[in-house]
């Protein structure tokens, strides 16, 4: 190893590049990632276990939304008021 400690190619005696180690690392782990039922025990736990992460993650940027106040509460009194007149 040389040029300090960077993955060197040996036709060419070039260091590789960061953007194609990054490629690889990225399209590794998104096979992992995508594949990883496929692959043997310990990785597919690893596979299963991010997924369960990542989706939690997401989910939990975006929480169900409830609004303050009913926006039909004055229409429902209403109702009621009048069904109460009707019955009476």
Do not use: C, H
């Not at 990883?36 to 990785?43: E, H, N, R, S």
């Not at 409830?66 to 509460?73: A, G, T």
Request: charged letters at 20%.
């Amino acid at each position: 190893m040389g040029y300090g400690g960077a993955i060197v190619w040996r036709r060419n005696s070039k260091v590789m590049p960061k953007k194609t180690i990054t490629l690889v690392i990225t399209l590794l782990a998104a096979i992992v990632l995508l594949f990883g039922d496929f692959l043997p025990a310990p990785f597919s736990t690893i596979s299963k276990n991010t997924r369960n992460t990542m989706n939690n993650f997401v989910a939990g940027l975006f929480p169900s939304w409830r609004p303050k106040s009913r926006p039909n509460e004055r229409t429902e009194k209403a109702l009621e008021q009048e069904q109460q007149q009707n019955t009476r």
